[in-house]
């Protein structure tokens, strides 16, 4: 089983009738550079909130594993527990 880390920068911005919206999403090397992006994103202003996710796939059975939200910034979706 080979395990490899996904760490997944999502911004959101204002979607149908005010709603969150995900934009594109930006994938990163390490979780440092994808702290670092989202506090940049945050600053420009553009973006409502930003939420930095870390995950693992299994290749081999093409499986994700939960997410582990690493930094969340502003406005961003519920996450149910």
Do not use: C
């Amino acid at each position: 089983m080979a395990l490899q880390t996904h760490i997944i920068v999502q911004p959101y911005v204002s979607g149908k009738k005010g709603a969150l919206a995900p934009a594109p999403a930006i994938k990163v090397n390490t979780a440092d550079a994808g702290r670092a992006r989202a506090q940049r994103i945050m600053e420009i202003g553009r973006f409502l909130g930003v939420d930095v996710v870390q995950t693992e796939l299994d290749e081999e059975a093409g499986n994700y594993g939960e997410p582990a939200f690493l930094l969340r910034l502003g406005l961003v979706p519920t996450v149910e527990a």
